[in-house]
């Protein structure tokens, strides 16, 4: 853990990674806060957790061995560009509205946004082209996501990664993935009664949509439904459906090349903010 940096919003010192209950803008986790070691620990706490309980349990997750020691190694050797600010260094849980009727899903946090400043998809140029085209849609209020004290709020919506620590070449394992998984099927239970409309980043996050919601008892389409941009599947549930859609993730590879452009991206989040608000 290195020596405290001021945090760049409020200026209170921080170490890295960041101890829970310190002050962090938006840190959920106490000292008291269980921390999971196992995957049997991750499943008996996602499975009886309220959505602050399952983020401040989330934030402080230690069941990836691999993982743990990857976000605290970057945590602490750091970026050049950001050298003088702490880390957070810990699991990235989801965030935004706790009853939202549109929930987007990635992939993983980045290992200099969200590992550095604790919110999923802030604080890199995936994040950048996201807030932008929310913001253009009005899924947020405003377009830029800097760190977790920016003002920043989500409209209607919450966002979640289906690995919650940041990987090593952005490649969660297997193991990983299934280690992880119950906090992200348990966060989908929890907001299953709101949520109207889910947004994959990526297949990883498309195929994390498909698992949560059929091991939540909802019924997902057979054949399997396939990802791609623009795609778009019915999950149907007991009383009422919910429609997935598909994006291209936008990370740099994507944004770069031209594979993924902001009009792309604006259709598929437009598509999902009218969805949300039809009646039936």
């Not at 938006?26 to 999971?36: F, M, N």
């Not at 999923?120 to 800097?146: E, I, K, Q």
């Not at 409209?155 to 690995?163: I, Q």
Request: aromatic share 6%; glycine share 10%; with cysteine.
């Amino acid at each position: 853990m290195t020596g405290p940096l001021p945090h760049p919003a409020t200026g209170q010192p921080f170490a890295s990674p960041v101890p829970p209950g310190t002050g962090w803008p938006g840190d959920q986790a106490s000292v008291s806060t269980p921390v999971a070691r196992t995957p049997a620990a991750v499943r008996r706490l996602a499975a009886r957790a309220t959505i602050a309980e399952l983020d401040a349990e989330v934030s402080v997750c230690r069941a990836c061995p691999r993982l743990f020691r990857w976000r605290e190694d970057v945590a602490r050797d750091k970026r050049a560009a950001y050298l003088d600010q702490p880390y957070w260094g810990r699991p990235a849980p989801g965030w935004g509205s706790d009853t939202p009727s549109v929930l987007i899903v990635g992939l993983a946090p980045a290992a200099h946004g969200a590992n550095r400043t604790g919110r999923v998809f802030t604080g890199d140029r995936s994040g950048d082209w996201l807030f932008a085209s929310l913001h253009r849609v009005g899924l947020a209020t405003r377009p830029t996501s800097v760190h977790a004290a920016d003002g920043l709020e989500l409209v209607d919506t919450r966002m979640v990664a289906a690995v919650r620590c940041a990987p090593p070449q952005n490649k969660p394992t297997t193991a990983e993935r299934d280690t992880c998984a119950p906090w992200i099927d348990a966060e989908i239970a929890l907001l299953a009664d709101s949520v109207r409309v889910a947004v994959a980043l990526g297949s990883f996050g498309w195929d994390a949509v498909l698992r949560s919601f059929r091991a939540g008892g909802w019924a997902v389409p057979r054949p399997r439904p396939r990802f791609g941009h623009g795609a778009s599947a019915v999950i149907a549930g007991p009383r009422r459906d919910v429609l997935l859609l598909g994006s291209y993730h936008p990370s740099q590879q994507n944004t770069f090349t031209g594979k993924l452009t902001e009009e792309m991206l604006d259709d598929v989040l437009g598509r999902a903010a009218r969805a949300a608000t039809m009646p039936g």
